[in-house]
């Protein structure tokens, strides 16, 4: 046995490498901790014991929503693990991350529990079927005007997840591949501010994103087939992502108690620690829209991420330890209270029975 807390981590290797997770092992050493991959393929309890276990899994959660039974098997043994061992600290729930696999459900989440006065999520509809007709009516029903962004139902895990449209007109409409779910496009100068969050802390890093959009685009733009991936890089120069000489002074900076507001709603709504939000500033009234919510977003941009996560596996910790140790005070003070009312109880029935007796 170690004498060490132990850090289960399932990663895929592509994450790895990106994020250099060798280093998060001589982070994990200087702290106390040990570092040690884990085999989802293979039996966990042979792997264990483990005080903390990291995972992204995405795909196979993706996966194992369209019905495929490997995935199914895989996520089905780990949550299977995780109820023999309530000990164990999950970073993050999977039913909290099944959430934001769909798209439509986490903007449902934000759309009913936002509550932010500044903060909002853009109107947005899901789309089942190829019916042009239907979807014409059901964009109007729900107030969505043209241009809309069409992207897929399935947030992650999958090689389309990130593939979108921008459509600015009803002959566009055929374009849209249900599942899908079709957004509200908010003009926003091009830019884009994901916000890496890791516990109570977090880091924002400006991205290039799409220029503005006017009336008379939706008359003379054909449909925009686009990977958020590419037209979000930080070296992206699309031609999309040039504003106009008099959209440019529309340009608004975020407030970073906007921000810090917008966090905390985000982590209490969707109970996550490792979490990435996708934010614009609405151009004409300067109003933050979350786009986006993504788990275990990639964290190569986020300085000392890997110290910032100890931090929070330890504050983690330290509240699990106190939830228990306040579940056990609770238990011995009600086993206390139940004897003293026995005997409370005991004390009476034999008065009762002498009074009887005489």
Not at 302 to 313: A, G, S, V
């Amino acid at each position: 046995m170690c004498d060490k807390y132990v850090i289960g981590y399932s990663i895929s290797e592509k994450k790895r490498q990106k994020s250099n997770w060798n280093d998060f092992y001589n982070v994990c050493e200087s702290e106390g901790f040990l570092l040690k991959m884990i085999d989802i393929n293979s039996d966990l309890e042979l792997q264990g014991p483990f005080h903390v276990f990291i995972y992204k899994m995405t795909d196979k959660l993706a996966h194992a929503e369209c019905g495929d039974e490997n995935a199914k098997a895989i996520i089905s043994r780990i949550k299977e693990y995780f109820c023999q061992h309530p000990e164990i600290i999950v970073i993050d729930p999977l039913d909290n991350i099944r959430i934001l696999i769909n798209r439509y459900k986490s903007y449902e989440i934000l759309q009913e529990s936002l509550l932010l006065d500044e903060v909002f999520t853009p109107r947005f509809v899901e789309i089942k079927n190829k019916d042009t007709i239907e979807n014409i009516s059901l964009l109007k029903m729900t107030g969505i005007k043209f241009p809309f962004l069409c992207k897929p139902l399935v947030a992650q895990g999958s090689n389309d997840a990130h593939k979108m449209m921008v459509i600015f007109n009803e002959e566009g409409v055929k374009d849209c591949q249900p599942p899908c779910v079709a957004q509200e496009f908010i003009n926003h100068n091009a830019i884009l501010y994901k916000i890496y969050i890791v516990g109570e802390n977090f880091h924002v890093v400006e991205r290039p994103s799409f220029k503005n959009f006017y009336e008379e685009d939706c008359t003379a733009l054909n449909t925009i087939f686009f990977s958020s991936h590419d037209i979000c890089k930080s070296s992206s120069k699309s031609k999309w992502s040039i504003l106009s000489e008099e959209d440019i002074p529309l340009t608004v900076k975020p407030k970073t108690e906007i921000l810090e507001k917008i966090v905390k709603r985000a982590t209490e709504l969707f109970g996550l620690c490792l979490v990435g939000v996708d934010v614009v500033v609405e151009n004409h009234t300067g109003k933050y829209a979350i786009i986006d919510v993504n788990m275990f977003p990639g964290y190569d941009s986020y300085p000392n991420f890997f110290e910032q996560l100890i931090t929070c596996i330890k504050k983690l910790m330290t509240e699990h330890r106190n939830s228990q140790q306040h579940s056990k005070n609770y238990t011995l003070k009600k086993c206390l209270s139940d004897d003293l009312d026995s005997g409370f109880e005991s004390d009476e029935k034999k008065k009762s029975s002498t009074k009887t007796n005489k």
